[in-house]
T-cell receptor, first 116, second 115 residues
Framework: DAGVTQSPTHLIKTRGQQVTLRCSPK?????VSWYQQALGQGPQFIFQ???????QRGNFPDRFSGHQFPNYSSELNVNALLLGDSALYLC???????????????FGPGTRLTVT | QQPVQSPQAVILREGEDAVINCSSS?????VHWYRQKHGEAPVFLMI???GGEQKGHDKISASFNEKKQQSSLYLTASQLSYSGTYFC????????????????WGAGTKLIIKP
């Protein structure tokens, strides 16, 4: 059973560019959450997708957008990259009937984004 | 709104015990614990729910004091494999009936186990 996969593993972009990160959830999971993790910090919630819609959003600007496909995979897009966007981007999947918070999340290995 | 974890770091010898604490200023629905090793993704350890239900690995124990909005993770007879950064995530009780639940992560507790 494949776990959560993310691509690419590493990415280097220039300030002002746009980037797309991809995530495939664990088999049987229907919900995908995206997190940004700066070095030495805890993950910061970006948003969550369920049934192809953004269900929750953290405190991130509109430059961060996403999408979920019918097969539950997801993309994270970041426009107009800033140096401060350099971080590890984690995708987590879960099976989440309704909106209850009692679910465990399975994380992918992350995408390390460096903005120069 | 971010939960406060303590201590920030702890160094143990193999076989020793440790307690990691997580405290929130908000009424909580649940507390989640994850461990992250350097360069790896966080791994689920346990969920503690309001009302006393727990879900997690048999070898991990934790407590949740709903009245104080505090949780503690107990690591007994520590092994080298326990090393890593431990994160608690808290889910506050929504302020409004139609509000969504959101998992908010602490800054982490770094645990180093020496042989």
């Amino acid at each position: 059973d494949a776990g959560v996969t993310q691509s690419p593993t590493h990415l280097i972009k220039t300030r002002g560019q746009q980037v797309t990160l991809r995530c495939s959830p664990k088999s049987g999971h229907d919900t995908v959450s995206w997190y940004q993790q700066a070095l030495g910090q805890g993950p910061q919630f970006i948003f969550q997708y369920y049934e192809e819609e953004e269900r929750q959003r953290g405190n991130f600007p509109d430059r961060f957008s996403g999408h979920q496909f019918p097969n539950y995979s997801s993309e994270l897009n970041v426009n107009a990259l800033l140096l401060g966007d350099s971080a590890l981007y984690l995708c987590a999947s879960s099976f989440q009937p309704g909106q209850g918070p009692s679910y465990e999340q399975y994380f992918g290995p992350g995408t390390r984004l460096t903005v120069t | 709104q971010q939960p406060v974890q303590s201590p920030q770091a702890v160094i143990l010898r193999e076989g020793e015990d440790a307690v990691i604490n997580c405290s929130s200023s908000k009424a909580l629905y649940s507390v989640h614990w994850y461990r992250q090793k350097h360069g790896e993704a966080p791994v689920f350890l346990m969920i503690l729910l309001k009302g006393g239900e727990q879900k997690g690995h048999d070898k991990i124990s934790a407590s949740f004091n709903e009245k104080k909005q505090q949780s503690s993770l107990y690591l007994t007879a520590s092994q080298l494999s326990y090393s890593g950064t431990y994160f608690c995530g808290t889910v506050p009780v929504p302020q409004y009936v139609d509000s969504n639940y959101q998992l908010i992560w602490g800054a982490g507790t770094k645990l180093i186990i020496k042989p």
